[in-house]
T-cell receptor, first 116, second 111 residues
Framework: DTEVTQTPKHLVMGMTNKKSLKCEQH?????MYWYKQKAKKPPELMFV???????INESVPSRFSPECPNSSLLNLHLHALQPEDSALYLC???????????????FGPGTRLTVT | GESVGLHLPTLSVQEGDNSIINCAYS??????FIWYKQESGKGPQFIID?????DKRQGQRVTVLLNKTVKHLSLQIAATQPGDSAVYFC??????????FGTGTSLTVIP
């Protein structure tokens, strides 16, 4: 099973709302990622978690707050977003995350976020 | 049909023809590459990967070629089918598992 699931599929939120995106994998992967993808653009890395600890934050604004409650779950908490934050938010996982190794990375279907 | 990836973002081919999608990567230290297929409304789907100690790898109907001298990667799809219509991204990995994606090429298969 190489499935990464994400909920919700679609989310519309106002600029004063607080919402969360959820991601789950049951492949035993120890690395999980959040990407942001604008229309007709490639995915852009936001955060990397390795063994439930934040390893990489690609200078993402604090209105995006990631959380990794356990090795299978990854959340992205959203607060006071701007309309330009509207995008497809993708979660991915891989077997591991190490400085001198690389592993296949599997993506979920994404959450389509619209900020009004 | 053939694209140059970063410079020509669209490619149209007749069903049954072979497709070649190109990608010029930026970092000579990149040591692992993945090709992804992304259909409309879906997340990227892993197609095939290649490590820098190889110059060719074959899968089912797909072949990836790596030319490290000119930092060029290509994806060849044999006997292209309508279901192959999608955007194709190459992704390069330099350190750990941080992948950086190319611009993408939109492939349209004409029945």
């Amino acid at each position: 099973d190489t499935e990464v699931t994400q909920t919700p599929k679609h989310l519309v939120m106002g600029m004063t709302n607080k919402k969360s995106l959820k991601c789950e994998q049951h492949m035993g992967h120890r690395a999980m990622y959040w990407y942001k993808q604008k229309a007709k653009k490639p995915p852009e890395l936001m955060f990397v978690y390795s063994y439930e600890k934040l390893s990489i934050n690609e200078s993402v604004p604090s209105r995006f707050s990631p959380e990794c409650p356990n090795s299978s779950l990854l959340n992205l908490h959203l607060h006071a977003l701007q309309p330009e934050d509207s995008a497809l938010y993708l979660c991915a996982s891989s077997q591991d995350y190490r400085l001198h190794s690389s592993y296949e990375q599997y993506f979920g279907p994404g959450t389509r976020l619209t900020v009004t | 049909g053939e694209s140059v990836g970063l410079h020509l973002p669209t490619l149209s081919v007749q069903e049954g023809d072979n497709s070649i999608i190109n990608c010029a990567y930026s970092n000579s230290a990149s040591d692992y590459f993945i090709w992804y297929k992304q259909e409309s409304g879906k997340g990227p789907q892993f197609i095939i990967d290649i490590r820098s100690n190889m110059d060719k790898r074959q899968g089912q109907r797909v072949t990836v070629l790596l030319n490290k001298t000119v930092k060029h990667l290509s994806l060849q799809i044999a006997a292209t089918q309508p279901g192959d219509s999608a955007v194709y991204f190459c992704a390069e990995n330099t350190a750990g598992n941080q992948f950086y994606f190319g611009t993408g090429t939109s492939l349209t298969v004409i029945p």
